[in-house]
Nanobody, 125 residues
């Protein structure tokens, strides 16, 4: 089992920045990838960014490329999402996720086995 705890959400004005953190505990050595997803009211949970745990390859959805940066700290079992130039449409509950299975692409929800509790990000216009 892997437990994920997010922090760092909040309220920010459009154009501002926030940094989300996700701390992993438990069987972290089994993690192959970590990702961030978000879910706005009335919408499906969508992929935002992912990073391979050992290689560090990153992936982003098109709408956040150039504005968001995912990074990791293997020694502390943590992953971060730096969000710059935030827009009102970025507002959502952001979820950290960890995947342990081989052969699954990092962009799909099915690639992730463990989820955090979610962190609210609100962007005022």
């Amino acid at each position: 089992q892997v437990k994920l705890v997010e922090s760092g959400g909040g309220l920010v004005q459009a154009g501002g920045s926030l940094r989300l953190s996700c701390a992993a505990s438990g069987r972290t050595f089994t993690m192959l990838r970590m990702g961030w997803f978000r879910q706005a009211p009335g919408k499906e949970r969508e992929f935002v960014a992912a990073i391979t745990w050992y290689g560090g390859t990153t992936y982003y959805t098109d709408s956040v490329k150039g504005r968001f940066t995912i990074s990791k700290d293997n020694a502390n079992n943590a992953v971060y999402l730096q969000m710059n130039s935030l827009k009102p449409e970025d507002a959502a509950v952001y979820y950290c996720a960890a995947g342990i299975r081989l052969g699954v692409g990092p962009l799909a929800r099915a690639a992730y086995d463990y989820w955090g509790q979610g962190s609210q990000v609100t962007v005022s216009s």
